[in-house]
């Protein structure tokens, strides 16, 4: 979720955040190619305000790669490839520039065939999903990525955790860079905000998280440390708890993210994904483009399609409401006002790099105000 | 959603049940092959206890066809084909026979080529989106099936219907004909269960609908009124009102839904689908099959596959509840079932069938109890 700029944040030039991010990984032992991705993918979360999958993030990389949990070497394994197809194996290495990779392989595949599906095993956190579907919608594509996460989803029913927050991810062409771009974790909320729930003592509204005995609980501390522990309990499914609100949904959904994230990859699915003493959870990625000509000529359908989302920004808003959004619309509005202002940061997440900086002997940039 | 059995139900065997339905389909003028498909296909429903979208429905076909909104004959046209793509017009027609017909070239080119799409317009109710996707789930291939539908679903902070039900179906076939088989509207519910509210003169549960002023609203009737004379209101989005319980994913994955079925269609889109005095709502179809062996050896991927629906039926139940089940795994129970028992139908839709079937001078089938 969007976080509101604070008063205290700290504001950058968006290269200048880019410079340094790709510094880090690269005094990290990150091939040049991957730390100008990392750099890239980072901070264009930063840029959109989705400030949990951003700068952030770099902590959980730096201790990871430090720790030997997180491969700083990309040797990437080949699978199995077909003329529409690519499995890849990242062998624990950073998510960022494999993916990037991955989903470029599925463009170059559509672009001589009309569909390409990469899916990748043994990888790490990818950053955003949405990073990788605005890649192929620049392609008159229809992007598509899929991720498995770290198990904390308690299925329907159930009273453990068994799925991760397995975001969908699919972005579509407009005309003029205007695109649909939906990045939707399939759990009601994200870890993240449960965090915040904790440090603010906020009571968790209800669809959020149910406690060890599977029925809905308001304690944000006690759930987090009851997943930390592996004692049962977890985050819910889009549509909360039991079927009245739709949760078996969000449940199938997060399910079938892990299909095709982990099934086709022959990775590691459900609750296997975890952190532990040894190693990183280790995720596996989906991604898929499909060329929008194999329906229609690409003017004609990003002319609906800007049609359509001309339509929902313009609906009369609710009781209470400002206007109506369609997906990606605010993250690219803030982007585009990021843009101007500069990219804020969190002084406490500034704070952290600049320690980081300051181990690697990297320089830091300096805030525009 | 399933219903239950109640004790006025009467029961038939499944092959004298589809020899009805493709009877009166028949003899209102629909050609052999997709009088049979319309037969299969609805009673298929049944057969899952899923009611609404089975025999329930033959009176809307019997009227729409009757009055000119819906078109007896099938001339389809093909707008335009690549070797892994197909977008067809339906012309008005049923919506089930050109449906298996499309689901069939999608998996025919998936044959040939690794991955098969198509997409249809100008279409009717296809009945359960699952009938398309388990039949490439049977063929080792992975099926997806999504329709929009009339608009009744109100996008985030909006206050009149835009999107319909929009469902999203997909079936990943598992070892011995098991199967994951997802198939679920974006929208909390249907309007198949707010009418059954309004009978039963229950309030709306939160999260379900909102009224003319885009706020939650409890009563059934005022809402059912107020959709069919479009003064506004109507169902939520999955995550229902607002932001707090994700809401927004709902309805971007509605809108998704819009753009794979109407955009690549060239076909009616957003809150234009509509029945109106003079036809049919025109929805539009989207189907795809990929097969399992893009990716892995089929047998190996549903061995996993096979792993992970056991893993995920015999997890802890959470208090109160005695199992817990997967995409599919409820509706296949039920459909075993009834091959035994035989399939139920209520007696009021069993009184609607008789005086079709009188009308038709179509044979009716012997109740086995």
Redesign the interface.
């Known amino acids: 979720m969007e976080r509101e700029i604070s008063l205290s944040d700290l504001f950058f030039k968006r290269p200048d955040l880019e410079t340094f991010c790709t510094g880090i990984f690269q005094a990290l032992g990150l091939p040049p190619e991957d730390s100008v991705d990392a750099g890239r993918i980072l901070v264009s979360a930063d840029a959109r305000g989705i400030r949990s999958h951003g700068l952030a993030h770099v902590k959980r990389y730096v201790d990871g790669i430090r720790a030997g949990f997180i491969s700083a070497d990309v040797n990437i394994t080949t699978i ?1 490839e ?4 690519l ?1 890849l194996d990242a062998e624990g290495s950073v998510g960022l520039g494999i993916s990037r990779r991955a989903m470029d392989k599925a463009i170059e595949k559509a672009a001589a ?3 390409g ?1 990469c ?1 990748v095993r043994n990888s790490n956190h990818f950053g955003i999903a949405g990073y990788y579907t605005e890649m192929a919608a620049r392609q008159d594509m ?1 992007g598509i990525a899929l991720t498995n996460t770290a198990a904390l989803g308690v ?6 955790a ?1 799925f991760g927050t397995n975001p ?1 991810a ?1 972005a ?1 062409p407009a005309l003029d860079g205007k695109m ?1 771009s ?1 990045d ?3 759990t ?2 994200t870890r993240g905000t449960v965090e915040v729930y904790a440090q603010e003592k906020k009571l968790l ?4 998280a ?1 406690g060890t ?3 809905y609980t308001q304690d944000p501390v006690q759930l987090l440390e009851d997943i930390l522990y592996l004692r049962g309990g977890g985050l819910l499914p ?3 708890e039991g079927t ?3 949760g ?6 997060a ?2 993210v ?3 994230c982990a ?4 990775g590691t ?3 296997a994904v975890r952190d532990s003493a040894v190693t990183s959870a280790r995720v596996c990625h989906f991604f898929m483009a ?1 060329r929008l000509d ?3 000529p690409p003017e ?2 990003k002319k ?2 800007t049609k ?1 989302l001309d ?2 920004a313009s ?7 400002s ?5 990606g619309l605010r993250s690219h509005e803030t982007e585009s006002r990021y843009t101007k202002t500069g990219i804020p940061l969190a002084p406490k997440t500034w704070d952290i790099l600049k320690k980081i900086a300051a181990e690697l002997h990297i320089p830091v940039p300096c805030p525009i105000h």
């Open positions: 199995y077909t003329p529409l197809s499995v065939h009309g569909i599906v899916s229809i299925p329907t029913f159930a009273r453990s068994w969908i699919c579509v649909f939906l939707m974790a399939t009601t909320v509204p209800a669809g959020w149910v005995d599977g029925l889009l549509g909360g009245v609100a739709g078996y949904k969000g449940y199938g959904l399910v079938l892990d299909i095709l099934l086709t990859s022959g699915f459900g609750s499909i194999l329906f229609r004609e359908f609906d399609m359509m339509e929902l609906l009369d808003p609710a009781d209470g409401q206007r109506v959004f369609y997906a």
